[in-house]
T-cell receptor
């Protein structure tokens, strides 16, 4: 059973701090990795995707991928109360693989 | 359209009734996915379509669930003889292609079975 694991949280950080969200996956052949944000009662929205080892930055968000260790992380700098949401990690196996496996999400609380 | 749309947004039904949920993907997106999300839980994969073909239906919880898609557009998810455990948000997502591409989600249909 291919799995994606996330700590359910809640992860509480003060406003302005860096929030670090982690995700591990079991399928070593996975090639595409996504972070979605889901506000309560809303549908998931894409934050970032990453395909290659290393860091990818977009504004306050940085995705980090380490395929050897099979983990992907999301850093949120200068966290804001509006960042409070559940963050879902999703993994796709790549070429010829249709299935996206989602983690159960980490709930982030940014305290004002 | 500009994004994935789903209808109805909310559906309340009585146990034993059939329901039909609709998804309109982003124009040009060949891949379409259905997920179920129970309260406080993660996304449970149900089925995906490549065009109007559904190569893998193994995520469907039981034979009460079925789905179809017309060409590369509208998809309907049908639940027959609904049970209380079917209560959940049903999310539809589409992507340009199947493998490795970003999925864009619709707003979901909240189904409540009384």
């Amino acid at each position: 059973q291919k799995e994606v694991e996330q700590n359910s949280g809640p992860l509480s950080v003060p406003e302005g701090a860096i929030a670090s969200l982690n995700c591990t996956y079991s399928d070593r052949g996975s090639q595409s990795f996504f972070w979605y944000r889901q506000y309560s009662g809303k549908s998931p929205e894409l934050i970032m995707f990453i395909y290659s080892n290393g860091d990818k930055e977009d504004g306050r968000f940085t995705a980090q991928l380490n395929k050897a260790s099979q983990y992907v992380s999301l850093l949120i700098r200068d966290s804001q109360p509006s960042d409070s949401a559940t963050y879902l990690c999703a993994v796709n196996g790549g070429s010829g693989t249709y299935k996206y496996i989602f983690g159960t999400g980490t709930r982030l609380k940014v305290l004002a | 359209g500009a994004g994935v749309s789903q209808s109805p947004s909310n559906k309340v039904t009585e146990k034993g009734k059939d329901v039909e949920l609709r998804c309109d993907p982003i124009s040009g997106h060949t891949a379409l996915y259905w997920y179920r999300q129970r309260l406080g839980q993660g996304l449970e994969f149900l089925i995906y379509f490549q065009g109007n073909s559904a190569p893998d239906k193994s995520g469907l919880p039981s034979d009460r669930f079925s789905a179809e898609r017309t060409g590369e557009s509208v998809s309907t998810l049908t639940i027959q003889r609904t049970q209380q455990e079917d209560s959940a948000v049903y999310l539809c997502a589409s992507s340009r292609r199947t493998s490795g591409d970003t999925q864009y989600f619709g707003p979901g249909t909240r189904l409540t079975v009384l």
